[in-house]
C-alpha cells in the first residue's frame, strides 16, 4: 500500500501484516504497530485508512481495518486516519480486535 511518508516528506509502500477474511466475507486489512513505530507512525495510519474507504467504494466487498497494538496480553485495533497512542493508556478509539470474531 502506498501512503505519505511524513519524515521522508515521500510516498512509500508499506505492507500490511494481516489480512483477514471473516466469516460474513468481510476482508480486514491490519498493520501491527508496537513501541516508536506505534507512536511514530509516520503517514501509515492514513494510508490505510484511506486505501480500505477506496475499497469499500467498489462495493463488492467490505473491508476493514487499521493500525494494531498489544496491551496487556490483548490486541486492540484503531482504524481512524490519526489515532494518539500512549503505551499502558488507550484511549476509547482503540478497539479490541476479539470483539471482530
Avoid at 500490511?16 to 507512525?41: E, L, Q, R, S, V
Amino acid at each position: 500500500m502506498r501512503y505519505f511518508n511524513t519524515a521522508f516528506q515521500e510516498e512509500k509502500l508499506f505492507y500490511p501484516d494481516w489480512i483477514i477474511k471473516f466469516t460474513d466475507g468481510t476482508i480486514g486489512i491490519f498493520d501491527t504497530k508496537d513501541g516508536t513505530t506505534a507512536i511514530n507512525t509516520e503517514g501509515r495510519p492514513k494510508g490505510l485508512a484511506m486505501k480500505i474507504k477506496e475499497l469499500n467504494l467498489l462495493g463488492e466487498t467490505k473491508f476493514i481495518g487499521g493500525i494494531v497494538v498489544k496491551e496487556s496480553g490483548q490486541w486492540y485495533y484503531n482504524d481512524s486516519e490519526e489515532y494518539e497512542y500512549t503505551p499502558g493508556r488507550l484511549n476509547s478509539d482503540w478497539k479490541l480486535m476479539r470483539e471482530l470474531f
